[in-house]
């Protein structure tokens, strides 16, 4: 079966229409192939693409070095279970533990690498009858059941009771209140360094700071979710690097292989033996594609200097952002860490991506009022102003009918 055929995006449509459980909105395009920051339709319409997979493709669409990396490997290993040792596995583990601490485990999503941390957390406390976990308001932490219920937002929570038990949630930046949800059952507290679909809100670092010191003077383990800051998002390798922080356990997915699932937890190394033999697993994860594919992404961003180029750009952005901000008083706040982009309205943020797609720009709204944009991480500095003059624009719009 010819795989690469394009159909029309009508086409495609009709077919899931007929054989695809409509579980997600869709926007009635079908994208087809896409080169850097730049995506084709199945009827050749080009998009600036300011939120490439989601955050996953790190790199861009289909970035040649990891492409090659795929059809090298694809040609000599796809796949080997984990009963066997694994070159690239050891590889990529190292590759990540050098630049963060400890040991790795891999998987393939961001749900199932902080099921992952749940469960070490869990089984770190077991011994003294400790299971909670303690997680914040507007984070996000994945789909499955234990993820979805660390995921501290009653939308996605509904009619799927009775949810896990061993969770407790906590605003942000509230010490005092983390601090009253502590007790002798609690064993762990997981948030992200920047709470991304929780709208680009990025913590007071003093409160992480607090947060380590309530673990440290309880014996909790302090999991940072990095799915979506992990892999120089941020412009360091992780995001707890922006913080002073270091935490117990990180957890990653989206970017790390460069747009292939893959998942990974990092443990400091006294606590990986929680995770021992028969505990845990995946049967995909840390294969040979996924790993080969995450080599060749994180020796992109170092060949490439990507690092300095994210908090480059990032500089860049927060003075353009700023600058509209005092034009524009729809604009509540603007948050940047990194390519993690916040631009908080004082309108619902919905309106601002259908009409960036017209002019053929992707961006993504969250959390009512938030304009969210995740660029490549080598994303030119001229495709960001392009995309920024775009998005300016639309603002522009937006407060201009507002006012009519
Ligand atoms: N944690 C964070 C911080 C995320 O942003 C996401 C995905 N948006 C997840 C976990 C879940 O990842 P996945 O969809 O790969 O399970």
New binding site residues.
Partial sequence: MDTMMSLSSQDTIELFDQFVIPNYTRYPVSLVEGSGSWVTDAEGRRFLDLFPG??CNILGYSPPGVVEAIQGQAARLIHVPNTWYIEQQGLFAEFLCSRSFGKAFFCN??????EAAIKLARLHGSARGRYRTITFER??????LG?LTATAQPKYHEGLGPLMAGFRYSPIDDLDAVRELVDNETCAVMI?PV???GGVRIPDPAFLQGLRDICDDNDLLLIF?????GMGRTGTWFGYQQTGVTPDVI?M??GVAGGVAC?ALIAQEEITGDLRPGMHASTFGGNSLAMAAGLATGAIIEQQNLLQHVVENADHVRQRLTTLQSQLPIIREVRVCGMMIGIDLTIPSAPAVGLCMERGVLINATQETVVRLLPALNVSREDLDEGLDTVAEVLQQMASQRQE
């Fill in positions: 989601w955050g999503s961001g749900a199932e690498a902080n984070g996000f932490h994945g789909r499955t993820a992200e709470q991304g679909e979710d990095e799915v979506q800051t957890t997915a989206k998942g």
